[in-house]
């Protein structure tokens, strides 16, 4: 099994900065892709950021130069910068993994707790 922490939400003003991170934790082989989704209240789930192993990114278009995924493979950690916010980014947001486990011969998504994301004056 894989868990999944996230931390660093909070409250901030428009125009702020927050910073996200997420460990994933277990009895991990291999990760893929690990992303970033959000969910607004009575909105569906939506991708706002995705890395590879490799490093290779993607965004949602609404946080093209705005927001920042970086990971650090070794501490199976995923990293989201998030600047110059808005009140329409407030939502709760998820990490998300692509994970082989030990024992496994496939790759499951895994997906942590959730951390509040409010921007708001």
């Known amino acids: 099994q894989v868990q999944l922490v996230e931390s660093g939400g909070g409250l901030v003003q428009p125009g702020g900065s927050l910073r996200l991170s997420c460990v994933a934790s277990?009895?991990?082989?291999?990760?893929?892709?690990m992303a970033w989704y959000r969910q607004a209240p009575g909105k569906e789930s939506e991708l706002v950021a995705g890395?590879?192993?490799?490093?290779?990114?993607n965004y949602r278009d609404s946080v093209k130069g705005r927001f920042t995924i970086s990971r650090d493979n070794a501490m199976n950690t995923v990293y989201l910068q998030m600047n110059s916010l808005k009140p329409e980014d407030t939502a709760v947001y998820y990490c998300?993994?692509?994970?082989?486990?030990?024992?496994?011969?496939?790759?499951?998504?895994?997906w942590g707790q959730g951390a509040q994301v409010t921007v708001s004056s």
């Open positions: 277990g009895s991990i082989f291999s990760i893929r892709t």
């Open positions: 998300n993994a692509d994970s082989l486990t030990y024992g496994s011969t496939r790759y499951n998504m895994y």
């Open positions: 890395i590879t192993s490799g490093g290779s990114t």
